[in-house]
């Protein structure tokens, strides 16, 4: 499968803890993207990369949140110290700078914080 | 506020139907209305629109824009069972990198 991988799919943890999440994009593609998606509602951006270079971050990305790509193929993000309302899916998704309009989206990875 | 406003919310119809899901949008520098649909897990991409009038068509379902009006629809002719899912349509943002969605339309096609 040669598609965007999220691992891990679902995650339950304690309200306190931290989690990292990994995105794992489609090999040729240098752009990058985290969304978050609760329920009835569509995906919300988090933050976006070019190869390894962070070139924005939305306004939800608290600064418990941190996202890196360090050689600009895999990225992680991370929570620290969950909060309840940090349950979401998280979306990775990616897409090549000629056709960025198409983000091929991953499965996601579901946190469940109580 | 930039923003899409999707309607209906939610919708049941059966096999055979065709059915029109709306969204409509207040974007300050438009580019582009994106069109996806997401079944149990990740999105995937339907259309791009980016000029008015013209249609975009894949198999059962075409899509077009009217950016006098502002808005975009979806059309599915002929639905089958398998078109259930949340239709989700998008915009860029200022900075062009952040696709910012609508709540979506959850179609649910029944036998």
């Known amino acids: 499968d040669t598609g965007v991988s999220q691992n891990p799919r679902h995650k339950i943890t304690k309200r306190g803890q931290n989690v990292t999440f990994r995105c794992d994009p489609i090999?040729?593609?240098?752009?990058l993207y985290w969304y978050r998606q609760t329920l009835g509602q569509g995906p919300e951006f988090l933050t976006y990369?070019?190869?390894?270079?962070?070139?924005?971050k939305s306004r939800l990305l608290s600064d418990r949140f941190s996202a890196e790509r360090p050689k600009g193929s895999f990225s992680t993000l991370e929570i620290q110290r969950t909060e309840q309302g940090d349950s979401a899916m998280y979306l990775c998704?990616?897409?090549?700078?000629?056709?960025?309009?198409?983000?091929?989206f991953g499965p996601g990875t579901r946190l469940t914080v109580t | 506020e930039d923003k899409v406003v999707q309607s209906p919310l939610s919708l049941v119809v059966h096999e055979g139907d065709t059915v029109t899901l709306n969204c409509s949008y207040e974007?300050?520098?438009?580019?582009?209305l994106l069109w996806y649909k997401q079944e149990k897990k990740a999105p995937t991409f339907l259309f791009m629109l980016?000029?008015?009038?013209i249609e975009k068509k894949s198999g059962r379902l075409s899509s077009i824009l009217d950016k006098k009006e502002l808005f975009s629809i979806l059309n599915i002719t002929a639905t089958q069972t398998g078109d259930s899912a949340i239709y989700l349509c998008?915009?860029?943002?200022?900075?062009?990198?952040?696709?910012?969605f609508g709540k979506g339309t959850s179609l649910l096609v029944t036998p």
């Open positions: 998008a915009y860029y943002s200022n900075s062009g990198y952040a696709l910012n």
């Open positions: 998704a990616s897409s090549t700078r000629d056709s960025s309009y198409e983000q091929y």
């Open positions: 974007v300050t520098n438009f580019r582009s």
């Open positions: 990369f070019q190869n390894e270079a962070q070139l924005e």
């Open positions: 980016t000029s008015s009038g």
């Open positions: 090999s040729e593609h240098n752009r």
